[in-house]
């Protein structure tokens, strides 16, 4: 079956204590991404990834780290969490940057950060 | 600046009734792409229905077509037939060939629909 998985679904922890969140998807997509969504705001990108080893900045990437060192695997890394960065995480992926290619979400992820 | 606007925070419709989810964008792109997603309360996002802005005739899939107006910049979700597992939050979202570097959704803000028996 065509997936995105995201690992934990839910999480909470404390502020400083560094967390990895993994996504894993098996269609052999180049592009993946990461969003959080926050009540009032919709989705908005935090990293992107074009291919291995490349990975650039999106709408909000403070606090945030990425890794691309496989083609199935990009995890979103909180080296010092903060209260801030409470949210739902979405990792998600697609074929192509062609504007009609769909994007696949994984299930999310809910961090609170106390 | 691309941006997509969903103007209604919160809708009610009878089951068995169609409604009519609204969702406006601004773009300066000639190529682009338009989804709605759906979002239950378990939290899942699933895409729903994609109209790309060269389409001449508008999207359907199943109970779901998208009302495009490409003049007025507008993309309205159309549901037939609600269903009370239509009770969720909408997202209306699209992505612009300068988006396409980034492989970047752009997202309205959602209308959470709830569907009455």
């Known amino acids: 079956e065509a997936q995105v998985t995201q690992n934990p679904r839910y999480l909470i922890t404390v502020t400083g204590k560094k967390l990895t969140v993994t996504c894993s998807q098996n269609m052999n997509h180049e592009y993946m991404s990461w969003y959080r969504q926050d009540p009032g705001l919709g989705l908005r990108q935090i990293y992107y990834?074009?291919?291995?080893?490349?990975?650039d900045k999106g709408d909000v990437p403070e606090g945030y780290k990425v890794s691309r060192k496989e083609k199935r695997n990009f995890p979103l890394i909180l080296e010092s969490p903060s209260p801030n960065q409470t949210s739902l995480y979405f990792c998600?992926?697609?074929?192509?940057?062609?504007?009609?290619?769909?994007?696949?979400f994984g299930p999310g992820t809910r961090l609170t950060v106390t | 600046a691309q941006k997509i606007t969903q103007t209604q925070p919160g809708m009610f419709v009878q089951e068995k009734e169609a409604v009519t989810l609204d969702c406006t964008y601004d773009?300066?792109?000639?190529?682009?792409?338009l989804f709605w997603y759906k979002q239950p309360s378990s939290g899942e996002m699933i895409f729903l229905i994609y109209?790309?802005?060269?389409?001449?005739q508008n999207a359907t899939e199943g109970r779901y077509s998208l009302n495009f107006q490409k003049a007025r910049k507008s993309a309205n979700l159309v549901i037939s037939a609600s269903q009370l597992g239509d009770s969720a939050m909408y997202f209306c979202?699209?992505?612009?060939?300068?988006?396409?570097?980034?492989?970047?959704?752009?997202f309205g803000t959602g209308t959470l629909l709830a569907v009455q028996p």
């Open positions: 773009t300066s792109d000639q190529s682009y792409g």
């Open positions: 990834s074009m291919n291995v080893e490349v990975t």
């Open positions: 979202a699209m992505r612009g060939s300068y988006g396409g570097a980034t492989n970047k959704l752009i």
């Open positions: 109209q790309g802005s060269y389409d001449e």
């Open positions: 998600a992926s697609s074929l192509s940057r062609t504007v009609s290619y769909e994007q696949y």
